[in-house]
């Protein structure tokens, strides 16, 4: 698991990592993060992960598959640092990976010694606060290397503002 958190070292400055995803209640966490990390000083990191194809078995498909994904990460990662930029004028850094998300999320955590949060927003259906926070919620959460922050997603943009600064 992760080493020590080097966020407010001399020469580091803290992160506030958010996930971005076609989930509704993504745009609650990317407002969220980016109006804290404005009110902090501290920078974000955005991320896209493109889950590849379960047991695809035709060759070459599998990878268009993959890059068709990867191209809808990165215009949802450009249309939500656009939002970052209005909301708080914080110009995010943006990683698209490829793999499970869960580990996808701890492997770039214990990469990057300056993320020193993990933004997620809880849906507002039936189902629960969605698979990403549930996920996350039930396997690591007890030994995750940083502060998780869910943000609910019913909150409008005043409310979180309010609350984030």
Known sequence: ???????????????FL??????????R???FASRRAARTGASMLMLSIVEPPANFEWLGVGEAMIE??????????????????????VEPEQVIRIGESA?????????????SFL????????DGPGPLVSSLASRVASTF?????????????????????
């Not at 580990?103 to 993320?115: A, F, G, M, N, S």
């Not at 933004?119 to 039936?126: F, I, P």
Request: glycine content about 8%; hydrophobic content about 40%.
């Open 18 to 27: 958010v996930v971005v995803d076609e989930t509704p209640e993504c745009a």
């Open 29 to 31: 966490a990317i407002h």
């Open 119 to 126: 933004v997620l927003a809880a849906g507002t259906g039936k």
């Open 103 to 115: 580990d996808t999320i701890v492997k770039l955590i214990d990469e990057d010694e300056d993320i």
């Open 145 to 165: 290397p940083v502060p998780i922050v869910v943000v609910p997603g019913s909150l409008s943009d005043e409310e979180i503002d309010a609350l984030a600064g």
């Open 1 to 15: 698991m992760s080493g020590k958190r080097r966020s407010y070292e001399a020469g580091h400055r803290p992160k």
């Open 68 to 89: 068709e994904a990867r191209k809808a990460a990165e215009k949802r990662l450009e249309e939500a640092a656009r939002e970052t930029r209005t909301a708080a004028g």
